[in-house]
């Protein structure tokens, strides 16, 4: 089940990694039509198809427009960040938990060593873990 969780984990990171790349590719297609509008707007004026003040309105628009999405842009690629920082923190905690039941399944280490890093995994998980948490092995031996 944990490394189910941790295949997930992979692939949601592959997912924003893509997802990042396709917000990058339409960004840098706005960006060029930004400049294409920019410089066309000008063209007019330069033609005299538009006047001064309407020329002024037009860029003004535009660059409205343009930090409107430079904006969008900024906010996703923080999201990108954060949910990547958070996958990222959920895989650890997850490989830790693996590692640990390897170790206790495979009797390696001294019980209290295993009991330490529980306490060590489960302290960065809600809070702590509850004082009741056992492990396994120690009822078993306390049973033979």
């Known amino acids: 089940m944990l490394r189910g969780l941790y295949q997930d984990g ?3 990171i592959a997912e924003l990694n893509t997802k990042e790349e396709d917000s990058k590719k339409a960004f840098t297609e706005k960006e060029a039509a930004h400049e294409k509008k920019l410089a066309s707007i000008k ?3 330069e033609t005299k198809k ?10 003004k628009d ?15 690629h923080r ?6 920082r ?3 923190a959920t895989m650890k905690k997850v490989h830790n938990m693996i590692e640990l039941y390897e170790k206790a399944l495979s009797s390696k280490g001294s019980t209290s060593d295993l ?4 306490q060590k995994v489960m302290a960065t998980m809600h809070g702590g873990a509850p004082g009741h ?6 009822e078993l031996k306390a049973t033979q």
């Open 115 to 118: 009991k330490e890093d529980l």
């Open 133 to 138: 948490l056992v492990l396994m092995q120690d």
């Open 79 to 84: 999201q990108y960040l954060s949910a990547l």
């Open 50 to 59: 538009i006047s001064n003040e309407f020329y002024e309105s037009e860029v």
């Open 43 to 45: 063209e007019k004026l």
């Open 62 to 76: 535009e660059k409205r427009i343009w930090t409107y999405w430079s904006k969008v842009r900024e906010r996703q």
């Open 10 to 12: 992979k692939e949601r």
């Open 86 to 88: 958070l996958q990222h």
